[in-house]
């Protein structure tokens, strides 16, 4: 287990509607990542917050947006929800690089969303 | 095509030893990742080499690179039942920190 937690774990909503994710980091991390993954698809890249600013963000429109709060817990939003939308979301905490350079992330469950 | 690319699927009897294979496009990949993902959860990482290394032996993993075929496998010995899962890959490239995943090699494993 690694310590890092999302919900709510399934949600279904309808198209055009708005939805929030929450994701509680492992202890210590200062660095988040929001990933997508479609059935049958490896993860793919939202964006990252280190230290409540967003780091770096993927191939997603300006729908896909995210907070990062104090404490190191996180939010994605998804505003006007498209039936390609549907998808696991993980969010994964690190630190923000490995002494030796690695990146060493830690994924939560992920939360299963489904628009209609 | 795409920057990661793995077989779908690979189905091996219990004990016997799994081979997952990898190809990556870019060169300046700079370290390459496995992970492990079980039905209904998020992604473990199993184990990671640096581009500059051959071979990376972790108790039952063995992780082979050959960085001129830009070709990256994962060895699993004794292959048991709960080794059952989807295997990614994924890569680093340059200053980058954010992997690229392939899509994912779903090991079956026989009794």
């Known amino acids: 287990e690694t310590g890092v937690t999302q919900s709510p774990t399934h949600l279904i909503k309808t198209r055009g509607q708005q939805v929030t994710l929450r994701c509680s980091s492992q202890s210590g991390h200062n660095t988040v990542s929001w990933y997508q993954q479609a059935l049958g698809q490896g993860p793919q890249f939202i964006f990252q917050?280190?230290?409540?600013?967003?780091?770096g963000r993927g191939n997603f429109p300006p729908r896909f947006s995210g907070l990062q709060f104090p404490n190191y817990s996180s939010e994605l939003n998804v505003n006007a929800l498209e039936l390609d939308d549907s998808a696991l979301y993980l969010c994964?905490?690190?630190?923000?690089?490995?002494?030796?350079?690695?990146?060493?992330?830690?994924f939560g469950p992920g939360t299963r969303l489904t628009v209609t | 095509g795409e920057d990661v690319e793995q077989s779908l699927f690979l189905s091996v009897r219990e004990g016997d030893s799994s081979v997952i294979n990898c190809t990556y496009t870019d060169s300046s990949s700079t370290y390459l990742y496995w992970y492990k993902q079980e039905p209904g959860a998020g992604l473990q990482l199993l184990t990671y080499i640096f581009s500059n290394m051959d071979m990376k032996q972790d108790q039952r993993l063995t992780v082979l690179l050959n960085k001129k075929d830009k070709h990256l496998s994962l060895r699993i010995a004794d292959t048991q039942t709960g080794d059952s899962a989807i295997y990614f890959c994924a890569e680093t490239t340059g200053g980058s920190y954010i992997p690229t995943f392939g899509r994912g090699t779903s090991l079956i494993v026989h009794p």
């Open positions: 994964a905490s690190s630190v923000n690089r490995g002494l030796d350079g690695s990146y060493e992330q830690y």
């Open positions: 917050y280190y230290r409540e600013e967003e780091n």
